[in-house]
Nanobody, 122 residues
Framework: QVQLVESGGGVVQAGGSLRLSCTASGRTFSSLDMGWFRQAPGKEREFVASIPWNKNTYYADSVKGRFTISRLNTKNTVYLQSDSLEAADTAVYYC????????????????WGQGTQVTVSS
């Protein structure tokens, strides 16, 4: 079992930045694929970014060039640096962990965090 706890959400003006953090416990962190998904009001949950154990990175087209995912295995933590935020980025952001490649797919996720709200005001 893996527990995921997110932090770092909040309200920011368009063009601003936020850094989300997610700390995992309960299983060897370095072996997990880690990722971020988001869900805006009235929309389905969607893939944002992922980073497997080898630290390759994958991004949704909508955030490529603006968001950066990273992980620090010594702290069991994955980060999402979000820059040049837009109103369309407003959503609840969920940390996710998987024992297989995430490949952008919700079906591949084994564990979810509780979510953290990001609101971008225009």
């Amino acid at each position: 079992q893996v527990q995921l706890v997110e932090s770092g959400g909040g309200v920011v003006q368009a063009g601003g930045s936020l850094r989300l953090s997610c700390t995992a416990s309960g299983r060897t962190f370095s072996s997990l694929d880690m990722g971020w998904f988001r869900q805006a009001p009235g929309k389905e949950r969607e893939f944002v970014a992922s980073i497997p154990w080898n630290k390759n990175t994958y991004y949704a087209d909508s955030v490529k060039g603006r968001f950066t995912i990273s992980r620090l295995n010594t702290k069991n933590t994955v980060y999402l640096q979000s820059d040049s935020l837009e109103a369309a980025d407003t959503a609840v952001y969920y940390c996710a962990a998987a024992s297989r490649p995430i490949s952008g797919m919700i079906a591949n996720i084994d564990y979810w965090g509780q979510g953290t709200q990001v609101t971008v005001s225009s």
